[in-house]
Structures are given as structure tokens and as C-alpha cells.
């Protein structure tokens, strides 16, 4: 019986798998805010190009008088749309490229694209939060210190409290801030760093600590404001995860690469579950 030579058509499948695992932990590694804001790929049904979140307001107690009805309440539901969006990057590698680099290049590749891939979806987050509600009570907000913007202890209190307000527990929410404002928050005396909490799953995450029970991100996305949310602020669903597919070019002797996903965000609840803190509000 002659030997049966397994090659690449028989191991293919296999090595675009584990790059595609390659490239989902990459994403996984590069993105600071898909933690942080809540998961809905559950509800993304094959065919749907979006998700409606329905939503409503809530009963009031009273109390029952004697020998007197009880009028009765009603709620009324309105919905948020997730609407999924189909985001991709290609690269095309040339043969000779690939047999004479000293470097696996295509994992290399795959790397760079997941984090670009990552910060996208992270940008998409915070422009969903960047929507937080202008309707009284406004959470946007300035800077209490008009004439140079400089992070102050008021600046995050007034914060918190808009969201305290909205019943959420300000121990699950969130501080986020570009390089811009890091050396103004790293001075408040209240600020905790991460590395005092005796754990390094919090600074893995891309904590940094924490202020009034609020955990402290910064992020390259985020310029001169800081943004405060709970996980309740904005959705995200993944229609479909990254998936990697590839396909020979003849024309240019070499591979064409393609990262895709398929992905939607949305502020929640009319945004009054995030703030804005700036200068220009």
C-alpha cells in the first residue's frame, strides 16, 4: 500500500483556524473597553441587521385607601437599535516577501490588524458615550475650573453624582481620560493607583486604580475630556466575531489577507447613564 502524503489542502483549514484564534486573542488583549459596557451578541440572530433593546419606565408604590379604587399604571416601551456595521482589513503579502523575511509575517500582520481592528471598536464605544444625555439633568458637563480646565475633585464628584442619581452603583462604573489629563487626575490625593490593590488582574485589564470607587482607564482614543459611565451605558453585539480568509493572487505572485467583522454599539438609555466632562459643553 503506497503512502498517502498529507499537504497543505489537507492542513489549511486548520492554519487559518488557528490564526483566526490568534487573531480573537489579540483583539481580546488590545481592547480596553469592550469589558466595560455590556454584551448583546446573544440577541444577534443570523439575518438580523440590528438589535432592538426595548426599554421602559417604572411603577410608582402607593399606598391603598379605604374603600377607595386603585388607578391603575401604565408603561410604555420604546426600544434602542444596535446597528450592525461590517468592518475589515485586508494586506496582500507577496511570495518573495513571505521566503525572505526573518519574521513570521503574516502572524505579525494578523497582529497588527486585530489591534487596529480593537481601537475601532473601542473609538465606536466612546462615540456612543460621547452621546450622553444634554436634557436636564445634563450630563454633559464643563470643567469646574473654566479658566484652565484642570481636572479637580469637584470635576469628578459632579460626575458620579449625575450617575448615582440614576440608581446605579458608582463601584461598577467607569473613568476614562486621554494623556492630556493623566498628570491632573495622577495628582488628586484621592486617586488610588492599581498597584496598591495587591492584584494585577485590575492593571491587565488597562486599570490604572481607582477615585471615589470609580476604576480609572486611559485611553488613546480620549484627547482633553473625561467620559464616566456604568456598563449599562451602551451596548455592543458582535454579529459575527473576526474571521480570517485568505485567497492566492496570481497577479501579484502572493496571498491576499482579510480580517472582517461584523459589529454595532449604542448609547443606552437615552444617555443619562454616561457623562461628558469638557470645555466646550
Known amino acids: 500500500m503506497s503512502d498517502i502524503l498529507m499537504g497543505v489542502t489537507e492542513t489549511s483549514a486548520n492554519a487559518i483556524a488557528n490564526v483566526s484564534a490568534l487573531a480573537q486573542s489579540f483583539l481580546i488583549q488590545n481592547s480596553i473597553l469592550l469589558p466595560t459596557v455590556t454584551d448583546y451578541s446573544r440577541l444577534a440572530v443570523q439575518g438580523a441587521s440590528s438589535i432592538k433593546?426595548?426599554?421602559?419606565?417604572a411603577f410608582t408604590v402607593g399606598t391603598k385607601a379605604e374603600n377607595t379604587a386603585v388607578e391603575a399604571q401604565v408603561i410604555t416601551y420604546v426600544s434602542d437599535s444596535i446597528t450592525f456595521t461590517h468592518r475589515t482589513v485586508q494586506f496582500l503579502v507577496e511570495k518573495l516577501a513571505l521566503k525572505q523575511s526573518a519574521v513570521d509575517v503574516v502572524t505579525d500582520a494578523v497582529m497588527k490588524?486585530?489591534?487596529a481592528l480593537a481601537l475601532?471598536?473601542?473609538?465606536?464605544?466612546?462615540?456612543?458615550l460621547e452621546l450622553a444625555s444634554s436634557s436636564a439633568p445634563d450630563h454633559q458637563i464643563v470643567f469646574v475650573d473654566t479658566s484652565t480646565d484642570v481636572v479637580a475633585k469637584a470635576d469628578i464628584l459632579a460626575a458620579r453624582k449625575l450617575l448615582v442619581d440614576q440608581k446605579v452603583n458608582p463601584r461598577e462604573c467607569f473613568l476614562a481620560y486621554g494623556s492630556e489629563k493623566e498628570a491632573e487626575l495622577l495628582a488628586l490625593a484621592d486617586f488610588v493607583q492599581a498597584e496598591r490593590y495587591g492584584n494585577n488582574s485590575a492593571i491587565l485589564l488597562g486599570e490604572i486604580g481607582?477615585?471615589?470607587?470609580?476604576?480609572?482607564?486611559?485611553h488613546t482614543s480620549i484627547t482633553d475630556y473625561m467620559l464616566a459611565w456604568h456598563p449599562s451605558a451602551v451596548g455592543y453585539a458582535f454579529s459575527q466575531n473576526i474571521e480570517i480568509d485568505f485567497?492566492?493572487?496570481?497577479?501579484?505572485?502572493?496571498?491576499?489577507y482579510s480580517l472582517d467583522s461584523i459589529f454595532g454599539a449604542k448609547v443606552l438609555d437615552t444617555g443619562k447613564r454616561c457623562v461628558k466632562v469638557d470645555s466646550t459643553n
Open 53 to 57: 433593546l426595548p426599554r421602559s419606565g
Open 113 to 115: 490588524a486585530s489591534k
Open 120 to 128: 475601532d471598536f473601542d473609538a465606536q464605544i466612546i462615540t456612543q
Open 210 to 218: 481607582t477615585i471615589y470607587g470609580m476604576k480609572v482607564l486611559i
Open 247 to 256: 485567497d492566492k493572487d496570481i497577479a501579484n505572485i502572493g496571498t491576499r
